[in-house]
């Protein structure tokens, strides 16, 4: 069973920046596409941006280009999400997911269904 565990959510004012950080524990030897992805509020949850398994290939929601840089460590299933000029409708719940069985499109496109395994998220507030 792959298990995801986000962390690094917060409070931070508009303009500000955060981190956040994922895992995921599986079968050794087995390197994860991850992604990212936020649900405000009486909303759908939407793609942010992810990454592919060598980290050579990674997508953005046009939200979030320019703002926002995916990375991960090399070798290992652990990503980072660096979150810059913050704005109050970034303001969501982000989700952390893995994709084992996926296409590579889904790096680029950011379908949910090309992800397998979710975490179960950390919150992140933007006060204008």
């Known amino acids: 069973q792959v298990q995801v565990v986000e962390s690094g959510g917060g409070s931070v004012q508009a303009g500000g920046s955060l981190r956040l950080s994922c895992t995921a524990s599986?079968?050794?030897?087995?390197?994860?596409?991850m992604g990212w992805f936020r649900q405000a509020p009486g909303k759908e949850r939407d793609f942010v941006a992810a990454?592919?398994?060598?980290?050579?290939?990674?997508g953005y929601a046009d939200s979030v280009k320019g703002r926002f840089a995916i990375s991960r460590e090399n070798g290992k299933n652990t990503v980072y999400l660096e979150m810059n000029s913050l704005k109050s409708e970034d303001t969501a719940v982000y989700y952390c997911?893995?994709?084992?069985?996926?296409?590579?499109?889904?790096?680029?496109?950011?379908?949910?269904?090309?992800?397998?395994?979710w975490g179960q998220g950390t919150l992140v507030t933007v006060s204008s």
């Open positions: 997911a893995a994709s084992q069985y996926g296409p590579h499109s889904a790096i680029l496109t950011g379908d949910p269904r090309g992800f397998d395994y």
């Open positions: 599986g079968r050794a030897g087995t390197t994860y596409g």
């Open positions: 990454i592919n398994w060598s980290g050579e290939t990674t």
